[in-house]
């Protein structure tokens, strides 16, 4: 049974910084693709980001590329999203979560919730001006 927990999120201004983190226990991290997904007030969880297992790939949403970064250390089994720029629509609750299907390839990148099979408590990000 794999355990994912969020941490790092809290208020911000806009413009601003936060770094989420991700820590992942009782399986094998190396073999998930990691994804970040967000749920803001009143609406449903959407796909932020997801990094392939080796870590050299990654796909965003159109609504963080640029200002979003995905990224995993194996040896850590941890994965991070470091958010720059931060609006007020980026408030919401962050999620992670893992994917852990036989199926791979270096340009897997699942953008659906229901490919994902482990998921974190959530983490909640406000961003005010």
């Known amino acids: 049974q794999v355990q994912l927990v969020e941490s790092g999120g809290g208020l911000v201004l806009t413009g601003g910084s936060l770094r989420l983190s991700c820590a992942a226990s009782?399986?094998?991290?190396?073999?998930?693709?990691m994804g970040w997904f967000r749920q803001p007030p009143g609406k449903e969880r959407e796909f932020v980001a997801c990094i392939n297992r080796s870590g050299a790939g990654t796909y965003y949403a159109d609504s963080v590329k640029g200002r979003f970064t995905i990224s995993r250390d194996n040896a850590k089994n941890t994965v991070y999203l470091q958010m720059n720029s931060l609006k007020s629509e980026d408030t919401a609750i962050y999620y992670c979560?893992?994917?852990?299907?036989?199926?791979?390839?270096?340009?897997?990148?699942?953008?659906?919730?229901?490919?994902?099979?482990?998921w974190g408590q959530g983490t909640q990000v406000t961003v005010s001006s």
């Open positions: 979560a893992a994917d852990s299907s036989a199926y791979y390839a270096s340009t897997y990148y699942p953008k659906e919730k229901f490919k994902y099979n482990y």
């Open positions: 009782g399986g094998t991290f190396s073999r998930y693709t």
